[in-house]
């Protein structure tokens, strides 16, 4: 949603400025599916791996170093 703030647009501006706001909307949505996608090498790296975390007791915590 926008306002104009000051001064009577035309219709060519109100048009152009709805197709520049339009196209940016497309190109994130288009960029935010392609890095869903594909997840971060750091993020996989420092998510515990099912099977891999230790049993609670004494050592545990030594053991995940």
Do not use: C, D, K, Y
Not at 1 to 25: C, D, N, Q
């Amino acid at each position: 949603m926008f306002r104009i703030a000051r001064g009577s647009p035309t219709p060519e501006e109100l048009a152009a400025i709805v197709g520049v706001l339009w196209s940016r909307r497309q190109a994130a949505a288009a960029s935010a599916a392609n890095s869903a996608a594909l997840p971060s090498r750091w993020r996989a790296s420092a998510a515990p791996r099912a099977g891999r975390l230790p049993r609670p007791g004494r050592g545990a915590w030594s053991a995940t170093h």
